[in-house]
């Protein structure tokens, strides 16, 4: 864990977020917090991610989300060497696709 980013206010948001039980309220709790590029950006590292869990190709991914090489690359080096965030979200959404 980076601990630039742990502190007070991190944690306040992060406790905030956990306090969200639907989509709805996520939509109406982001769109607050976010700008509509921002939020477009993190949902496009996250199906960049997906993506190349899936084994696509830079090419595709480049194609299909109209993300930069560096996006994916910088998105790669997070799913390679990071804190296996990414790997832990993916394995609780198919063990919920596989309970629902």
């Known amino acids: 864990m980076n601990k630039k980013i742990k502190t007070e206010a991190v944690d306040a948001l992060f406790d905030a977020i ?3 039980q639907t989509r709805e309220d996520c939509y109406s709790f982001f769109e607050d917090l976010c700008t509509v ?6 949902s496009q590292r996250f199906e960049v991610a997906a993506m190349l869990k899936s084994h696509k190709t830079y090419l595709e991914i480049a194609e299909k989300t109209g ?5 994916i690359s910088r998105v790669n080096r997070s799913l390679n060497y990071g804190n296996d965030g990414y790997e832990m979200v993916f394995s609780r959404m198919n063990s919920g696709e596989e309970n629902a």
């Open 18 to 20: 956990l306090c969200l």
């Open 37 to 42: 590029n921002e939020l477009l950006s993190l």
């Open 67 to 71: 993300a930069s090489t560096a996006t």
